[in-house]
């Protein structure tokens, strides 16, 4: 995802399992791509708590998919994570 907001060139990004524990890094904050986040509903990194606000407080355009699964690993929920993929 980093590497696609800095280069400028990527026509989206998208992030599965992003962790919220840094806060938001000042590259995503800056980013024009549209940024798309796939978390899941249990997410030991990115806990659905933490990582509500985390998106709230970036700007536009993005969006965010959650999938049902019990981990961070989408354990549970891979099937779910493919569909949200390739629906995008």
Known sequence: M???CELMTA???VAA?????AGVPGWL???TAPRIFIQ???DQY???EEFQPFFDA??????????EARDHFFAGGLEELEEAIVGL
């Not at 970036?58 to 999938?67: G, T, Y």
Request: with cysteine.
């Open 2 to 4: 980093r590497l696609g």
């Open 11 to 13: 026509s989206r990004v």
């Open 17 to 21: 399992g992003f962790p919220t524990h």
């Open 29 to 31: 904050r800056g980013c």
């Open 40 to 42: 899941s509903t249990h």
């Open 46 to 48: 990115g806990p659905r």
């Open 58 to 67: 970036l700007p536009e355009p993005k969006q965010l998919i959650w999938v």
